[in-house]
């Protein structure tokens, strides 16, 4: 997720720290918002921080406004309560976000990559989203070829609840590869035919990203409790 254009010592310990960051610039794209604030849309909106801790959340804040992507607000404290803290995207926060969103390699199509990354698809190049939209299915439909090969070749030593989840791991992808397919060909003829985007609110069914842990995510974010 991190290109060349990020300095070495402005990396993020691991990979989670850095989806966790890109989660934070994005949803700080928006508008300026509380810890709290914040972390109810990691964990609500974001399937994979469903269980994120402030313990967490804190120490990544701090590692942004050390090194300058964000800033934050101490608002004065109101009949004893502690002060709250608001969290503001710079203008190179903004920069980096966007750093990131055109980064399109093999790591944006992993299950939890790409499920943060469908979210900010708004704010994502055509031709970026395609690229991951493509890398993706072709990930997914390898997952279905090996899944299908080990049930052809083990089948007989399975027992009903082993094939029953095989069955249902199988299908779960099929369904994927096939909900890659109509966002493929949506971008792609939207592409021929520019207009409203691919998929917007005023379809009928907002197309929510689906990750094999059953979590999902929206195209679409916004600044409103």
Do not use: C
């Amino acid at each position: 997720m991190y290109g060349a254009r990020v300095p070495k010592t402005n990396r993020p310990p691991s990979r989670r720290a850095a989806l966790l960051e890109f989660a934070v610039l994005g949803l700080l794209h928006d508008g300026p918002l509380h810890g709290y604030e914040l972390r109810k849309r990691l964990t609500t909106v974001l399937g994979i921080f469903r269980a994120l801790s402030y313990g967490s959340l804190y120490p990544a804040l701090k590692r942004l406004v050390d090194v300058g992507w964000i800033h934050e607000t101490q608002e004065p404290a109101v009949s004893g309560k502690r002060p709250r803290i608001t969290y503001e995207l710079t203008a190179d926060g903004k920069e980096h976000f966007q750093d990131l969103v055109a980064a399109s390699g093999p790591d944006a199509w992993d299950d939890d990559d790409f499920g943060v990354r469908f979210a900010f698809f708004a704010r994502t190049e055509a031709q970026v989203r395609l690229h991951i939209l493509e890398g993706r299915r072709s990930r997914v439909e390898e997952r279905l070829a090996n899944i299908r090969d080990t049930s052809a070749r083990n089948r007989e030593r399975m027992d009903g609840y082993t094939l029953a989840l095989q069955q249902h791991g199988e299908d779960a992808a099929e369904r994927e590869v096939r909900w890659l397919e109509e966002l493929i060909v949506a971008e792609r003829r939207a592409a021929l035919d520019p207009g409203p985007t691919a998929y917007d609110d005023s379809t009928s069914a907002t197309p929510r990203a689906t990750t094999p842990n059953g979590t999902t995510t929206s195209t679409t974010t916004n600044n409103k409790e």
